[in-house]
Nanobody, 121 residues
Framework: QVQLVESGGGLVQPGGSLRLSCAAS????????MGWYRRAPGKQRELVAT???????NYANSVKGRFTISRDNAKNTVYLQMNSLKPEDTAVYYC???????????????WGQGTQVTVSS
């Protein structure tokens, strides 16, 4: 199985910054895409940003120009640098990894437990 452990959430004032980290561990053969999703109170989970193993990125329109996703393939770790945070960024942020456990297995989605980000003055 794959375990994803997130860190870096917390309380920040509007306009501030936070950096989220997510490390994948376990019996992993390969990780394709990794990414961040979030769920705000009363809303469905939504994509924030994804990054492939080759470094191609994709962002939600609402975070473009403010958030940056990056990845360390050697450490199976993905990061989310969040700048110019707004109250509407308040949510639980979840890490995702699209991973295969062996060379012959399918890729499946694995999720972290979530980390709370609260943007408030």
């Amino acid at each position: 199985q794959v375990q994803l452990v997130e860190s870096g959430g917390g309380l920040v004032q509007p306009g501030g910054s936070l950096r989220l980290s997510c490390a994948a561990s376990g019996s992993i053969f390969s990780i394709n895409a990794m990414g961040w999703y979030r769920r705000a109170p009363g809303k469905q989970r939504e994509l924030v940003a994804t990054i492939t193993s080759s470094g191609s990125t994709n962002y939600a329109n609402s975070v473009k120009g403010r958030f940056t996703i990056s990845r360390d393939n050697a450490k199976n770790t993905v990061y989310l640098q969040m700048n110019s945070l707004k109250p509407e960024d308040t949510a639980v942020y979840y890490c995702n990894a699209h991973a295969a456990l062996t060379s012959s297995s399918w890729y499946n989605d694995y999720w972290g437990q979530g980390t709370q980000v609260t943007v408030s003055s």
